[in-house]
Nanobody
Framework: QVQLVESGGGLVQAGGSLRLSCAAS????????MAWFRQAPGKEREFVAF????????YYADSVKGRCTISRDTTKNTVYLQMNSLKPEDTAVYYC????????????WGQGTQVTVSS
């Protein structure tokens, strides 16, 4: 079992920056993949970025590539999402998720943190 707690959301003007954090607890994360997803009102949840815990390899959705950076601190069991040049269309609830080795789906999720970007 893995518990995930997100923080760092808030209200920011277009062009601004935010850093989201996701603290994981419950077990070690070696060989796990951690990701950020988001869901805007009336829209389906969409993938934002992932990072592999062991090697730190990353992958981004085209919509955030070049504006967002996912990173992890293995000493704090925390993953971050640095978001720059924010746009109103980035407004959403952002969720942290974990995928176990060998699994296709992300099966542990946080409660989400709201990001609102004003124009």
């Amino acid at each position: 079992q893995v518990q995930l707690v997100e923080s760092g959301g808030g209200l920011v003007q277009a062009g601004g920056s935010l850093r989201l954090s996701c603290a994981a607890s419950g077990r070690t994360l070696n060989s796990y993949t951690m990701a950020w997803f988001r869901q805007a009102p009336g829209k389906e949840r969409e993938f934002v970025a992932f990072i592999t815990w062991s090697s730190g390899s990353t992958y981004y959705a085209d919509s955030v590539k070049g504006r967002c950076t996912i990173s992890r601190d293995t000493t704090k069991n925390t993953v971050y999402l640095q978001m720059n040049s924010l746009k109103p269309e980035d407004t959403a609830v952002y969720y942290c998720a974990v995928r176990r080795p060998g699994k296709y789906d992300y099966d542990y999720w946080g409660q989400g943190t709201q990001v609102t970007v004003s124009s």
